[in-house]
């Protein structure tokens, strides 16, 4: 897999193109693996949670762990 | 009224400085009127100074001098003078001076302390915790927080001057079930996930040495939610550390340098420049203890050679059920070390009386040994050594051999432990042997006894579970020799693990760590922790191991603990500011407490208070 990053550059004064206006740069990266979700805070075992006397109560539409 | 700022301290005049004109701030330390004159001990940090208000100062400096109480906090200046010959105080640094007031401030006053501030505190421990700011004023507590700061920043100065950096792990961190319970923050941006406080900073210092940190080190703060015993803390310091490209051995040489430099700068201690090395299997076969005090010898000795020639059934016993159960285990592929008797020589204590023997007795059976076996060693009728009392009448034939064996006199006391399980029996002795030590006053307080344990059994059979446990960490690289045969016979597997004991206390521990993952896989499926848990719970950090992990090993002294046997203490609340009790509790800011129904509702918690609990 090869992924591509677009990042924004300001162009500097006398180089070619309009003045202050954003330019894509675009980088061809070395392969890399996509980034899983944050891993921490996490969900705890049941086990801990009632070792600490306690329940959650997630908000209306959560989708819970 | 402008503040007197002092302009010096309480420990720091000298009779080099009479006739000068000084301010001094601090607290009133002892107070006491002799005929028209107070003398005021006024206490810092530093020392302190005695203070007097002549009998011809102003009436107005004797008025307020009149008011004061002990702990009033004070500035009071005057001209420092020389005491008379007679009046010398050779126990104060400042004992040739004291200062004569011209000006006396009342900072603030004192309420009814709860307890006199002295070198020590008599007052109970909940006591103490309550008014902790008052304890802390005390001379111990200041000389222990003292050493305590000259330790921190021996280390830093050492450890930075061999290179490492120091560098901060986070102290919000995954939860991983594992070992100890770990503290738990819910998190309010993601209902229902939490935060873990670290149990040490282990993950994340082996990530730094994949990013090519190669040595790290770090005074940091430590979370384990165990139930509250004995002289445990919730939270603790230790000094952690790691490097790359490390054996054994360089780990070992750095923490004595360390040490060394480290009791040198803060004690003015000398320690050798290498310690003693035990392996864990000499220690519990020599001191039944895998942090023995070294501090006085008497090495326990295997008295199982002198068991077939006696009339002792129950020594028999313990040695062929334990055969019987080695060779159980051994057909399932486990290996196990089968029974043990164990002697230990009392050298002159043959006049113990019989009370002593059994408070002794008592200390073994604490770790489950079934009884202790005693022989006194008399003059026979010819004058030569002979047994007598105890177990003695079943060697009658065979006394001259244990006489000889175990190298007693006359006046000894031979103490004997036996179990189908050695480890029962190394143990057990191990206990008599400390207190032994203690009771004969072995033990010497001002000495220190550094000692390596190395060689640890990598894995330990879980009997309830029937399967193997790592008996240290997953991360633990197992000895280079064992890896062919880590499936086959885990039970013969030592670890590249090591512990530092001080005077019967375990100081620190460490390893060098496995840095290849295909190593790491084995063990996680010895001790049958599938790839997905492994994943789950310490996926980021095997993960880390792809990309090229240099090797790696470590160890974290204790920095609580070091600091209190240094200091001589027995509890480690003795050199911690602000310690919990011993029910996890704080009686000063009353932690922990309850919390406001808000701040449940923004965690999307609710307590579920136990049957019969009170609430809140």
């Not at chain 2, 001191?287 to 002792?312: I, W």
């Not at chain 2, 499926?525 to 790839?531: A, D, K």
Request: hydrophobic content about 40%; some cysteine; glycine content about 8%.
């Amino acid at each position: 897999m090869r992924a591509v990053y677009l990042s924004p550059m300001v162009l500097r004064e006398g180089t070619r193109g309009p003045r202050g206006r954003l330019a894509a740069l675009t980088i061809i990266s070395t392969p890399t693996r996509p980034v899983g979700a944050p891993d921490c805070p996490n969900e705890v075992d049941q086990k801990q949670l009632d070792e600490l006397h306690l329940s959650i109560r997630y908000p209306e539409g959560h989708q819970g762990s | 009224m402008k503040l007197l700022k002092r302009s010096t301290t309480c420990g720091a005049l000298s009779a080099t400085d009479v006739g000068k004109t000084v301010v001094l701030n601090g607290w009133v330390h002892r107070k006491r009127d002799h005929g028209g004159i107070s003398f005021i001990n006024l206490r810092d940090r530093y020392g302190v100074t005695q203070v007097v208000v002549d009998a011809d100062a102003s009436d107005s400096l004797k008025a307020v001098a009149a008011e004061l109480r002990h702990e009033f906090c004070i500035a009071i200046e005057g001209v420092v003078r020389a005491r008379p010959d007679t009046m010398v105080n050779k126990d104060m640094a400042t004992g040739t001076i004291e200062v004569v007031a011209g000006q006396l401030q009342i900072l603030t006053r004192c309420d009814v302390l709860p307890f006199q501030i002295d070198e020590e505190s008599d007052a109970k421990e909940e006591t103490r915790l309550k008014y902790r700011y008052l304890d802390l004023r005390s001379g111990g507590m200041q000389k222990r927080l003292a050493l305590r700061n000259a330790v921190a920043f021996a280390v830093r100065e050492h450890m930075i001057g061999e290179g490492f950096f120091e560098i901060e792990t986070p102290t919000f961190i995954k939860s991983t079930p594992e070992g100890a319970r770990d503290y738990l923050v819910p998190s309010r941006l993601y209902p229902g996930k939490f935060y873990a406080l670290p149990q040490s900073p282990q993950l994340y210092k082996q990530i730094l040495m994949v990013s090519g940190f190669d040595k790290y080190f770090q005074l940091a703060r430590c979370y384990r939610d165990e139930d509250a015993r004995g002289d445990r803390q919730p939270e603790f310091t230790q000094i952690d550390i790691e490097m790359s490209f490390v054996e054994r051995d360089d780990v070992l040489a750095m923490t004595e340098r360390l040490f060394g430099h480290v009791f040198r700068k803060t004690l003015g201690v000398e320690l050798p420049k290498t310690f003693t090395r035990l392996s864990y299997d000499e220690a519990l076969e020599r001191y039944g203890s895998d942090k023995p005090d070294l501090r006085f010898e008497m090495k326990m000795q295997d008295f199982g050679p002198f068991v077939a020639g006696s009339t002792f059934q129950a020594f028999k016993d313990a040695l062929s059920e334990g055969e019987a159960e080695r060779q159980r285990q051994a057909a399932k592929g486990v290996t196990v070390s089968g029974g043990g008797v164990k002697a230990l020589v009392a050298p002159g204590k043959a006049d113990y009386s019989r009370k002593q023997i059994e408070e002794l007795e008592a200390a073994a059976k604490i770790y489950r040994a079934k009884g202790l076996a005693w022989m006194k060693v008399s003059a026979g009728v010819d004058g030569q050594p002979a047994l007598e009392g105890g177990a003695s009448k079943f060697f009658a034939d065979n006394f001259a051999a244990v006489i000889s064996g175990l190298g007693v006199k006359v006046g000894d006391l031979i103490l004997v432990v036996a179990d189908s399980t050695r480890r029962v029996a190394n143990i057990a002795l191990g206990a008599v042997r400390s207190k032994l030590g203690k009771d004969l006053g072995l033990v010497d307080p001002k000495r220190f006894e550094l000692a390596w344990i190395v060689d640890f059994p990598m894995f330990e059979y879980n009997e309830d579970e029937q399967k193997w446990d790592t008996a240290h960490h997953m991360f633990t690289m197992p000895q280079a020799q064992f890896h062919p045969t880590l499936e086959s016979d885990p039970g013969s597997v030592k670890g590249d693990l090591y512990d530092l004991v001080l005077n019967g206390f375990e100081l620190a521990s460490g390893s060098i760590r496995i840095h290849d993952p295909a190593l790491q896989k084995r063990i996680f499926q010895i001790v049958g922790f599938n790839e997905a848990d492994g994943e789950k719970k310490f996926g980021f950090l095997t993960e880390s191991f792809k990309y090229g992990a240099p090797p790696h090993g470590g160890i974290a002294p204790g920095l609580d603990r070091l600091v209190m046997l240094m200091a001589g203490q027995t509890s480690i609340k003795e050199v911690i500011a602000f310690p919990k009790n011993s029910f996890a509790v704080s009686p000063m800011d009353d932690c922990p407490n309850e919390v406001d129904q808000k701040q449940l509702d923004e965690l999307h918690l609710t307590i579920r208070y136990p049957e019969g609990h009170q609430g809140s």
